[in-house]
C-alpha cells in the first residue's frame, strides 16, 4: 500500500492528451513539492518533472505537471507511443521523515 | 554530466548482509550541496526510498529498513554504499542509487541522476 495513491493504468491514442494523478495528504503533497519520473521497459527511472512543474533539460515541453492542495497530475499532450512506459509520483513525508513514491501507473499508447 | 555505477553483488543468502556501493563519475560527491540515496523495486513492483546521506555523513533511512540499514560515504573514493543486514527473499529487488537534491527551504527533493540499476536475489 503505496502513501501515494495513482490509478494502476492509463491509455491513449498517439495525439491525445492524457493526464495521471497522484493524491496524497497534508503531510507530504500538501507541505513539499511533488516530482515525477519516468521508467522505460527494462530501464532505470528518469526524472521527468520535478518541485511540481520544472521540467529538466531535454524533457519534451508535452509533459507537463501541477499540483492543487494535496493532488498532483502529470499531463502528457501529443502522446507518442515512445511514451509508453511506468510513471511515479513522488514527493517527501513529513510525518514519515522519508522520501515516499506513488505505486505507478503503467501508460498505454494504443 | 554525473554518473553512477552500482557494484553488482548478485545472489545474497538468507539472514546474511547485503553490500552495495556507488561509483560517482566526475568527482561530484564530496560538493556541500549533494546528498545521495538508494531506491529498490522488487521484480514487478514499484519503487522504495531507502536511504539518503548527505556528503558529511549524516543520513536519513526508510523507518521500515532503519533497524537493519547502515549507510555510508568514502568521498575520498567518490564512493558511497549500503549494508543492509538480516535479509529474506523480500529484501529481492532492483537496486538503485541516484544523486538526492534537497532544497529544504522549498520543500523540495528529488533524485537525478540514476544508476542503471543492480539486481540483487535473496536465495539460498
Known amino acids: 500500500q503505496s502513501v501515494l495513491t495513482q490509478p494502476p493504468s492509463a491509455s491513449g491514442t498517439p495525439g491525445q492528451r492524457v493526464t495521471v494523478s497522484c493524491s496524497g495528504s497534508s503531510s507530504n503533497i500538501g507541505s513539499n513539492t511533488v516530482n515525477w519520473y519516468q521508467q522505460l521497459p527494462g530501464t532505470a527511472p528518469k526524472l521527468l518533472i520535478y518541485s511540481d512543474i520544472h521540467r529538466p533539460s531535454g524533457v519534451p515541453d508535452r509533459f507537463s505537471g501541477s499540483k492543487s492542495g494535496t493532488s498532483a497530475s502529470l499531463a502528457i499532450s501529443g502522446l507518442q507511443s515512445e511514451d509508453e512506459a511506468d510513471y511515479y509520483c513522488a514527493t517527501w513525508d513529513d510525518s514519515l521523515n522519508g522520501q515516499v513514491f506513488g505505486g505507478g501507473t503503467k501508460l498505454t499508447v494504443l | 554530466q554525473v554518473q553512477l555505477q552500482e557494484s553488482v553483488p548478485g545472489l545474497v543468502k538468507p539472514s546474511e548482509t547485503l553490500s552495495l556501493t556507488c561509483t560517482v563519475s566526475?568527482?561530484?560527491?564530496?560538493?556541500?550541496?549533494?546528498?545521495w540515496g538508494w531506491i529498490r523495486q522488487p521484480p514487478g513492483k514499484g519503487l522504495e526510498w531507502i536511504g539518503t546521506?548527505?556528503?558529511?555523513?549524516?543520513?536519513q533511512y526508510n523507518p521500515s529498513l532503519r533497524s537493519r540499514l547502515t549507510m555510508s560515504v568514502d568521498a575520498s573514493n567518490d564512493q558511497f554504499s549500503l549494508r543492509l543486514r538480516s535479509v529474506t527473499a523480500a529484501d529481492t529487488a532492483v537496486y538503485y542509487c541516484a544523486r538526492h537534491w534537497r532544497v529544504a527551504a522549498a520543500g523540495s527533493s528529488w533524485f537525478d541522476p540514476w544508476g542503471q540499476g543492480t539486481l540483487v536475489t535473496v536465495s539460498s
Open positions: 566526475s568527482g561530484s560527491i564530496s560538493r556541500s550541496s549533494y546528498s
Open positions: 546521506i548527505s556528503y558529511s555523513g549524516s543520513t
